[in-house]
């Protein structure tokens, strides 16, 4: 059965650093791809970083892209992808999911059938 399991949200002051992971169940890199979105409030969800078996690492976060990096830890039929966020902005705030498609990295949140339910992560004084 595949399925994601987001963790590691919380709250952290600006600033601050959070590491986020996915377990990716029933999935592997080779042949897919696994996507980070983060859905501020009242916004769409969008793209912030990807890495695919086929394709490598794709960094959506445009000018922001240095303080996100993504790895991964890989188990029989598993891969549990990391999330590091350093130097957290309020404006990072928003609930991260994390996405699964074949075989390519990808932006449109509907390119991807697979999510997991996400978690919440609040950038505060």
């Known amino acids: 059965q595949e399925y994601l399991v987001e963790s590691g949200g919380g709250t952290v002051q600006p600033g601050g650093s959070l590491r986020l992971s996915c377990v990716a169940s029933?999935?592997?890199?080779?042949?897919?791809?696994i996507a980070w979105f983060r859905q501020a409030p009242g916004k769409e969800r969008e793209a912030v970083i990807c890495?695919?078996?086929?394709?490598?690492?794709?960094?959506?976060a445009g000018s922001e892209k240095d303080r996100f990096t993504i790895s991964t830890d890989n188990a029989e039929n598993t891969v549990t992808v990391h999330l590091q966020m350093n130097s957290l902005k309020p404006e990072d705030t928003g609930v991260y999911y994390c996405?699964?498609?074949?075989?390519?990295?990808?932006?449109?949140?509907?390119?991807?059938?697979?999510w997991g339910r996400g978690t919440r992560v609040t950038v505060s004084s």
């Open positions: 890495i695919a078996g086929f394709g490598g690492i794709m960094d959506y």
């Open positions: 029933g999935f592997t890199l080779e042949g897919y791809a």
């Open positions: 996405a699964a498609r074949r075989p390519l990295c990808a932006t449109p949140a509907y390119d991807y059938p697979t």
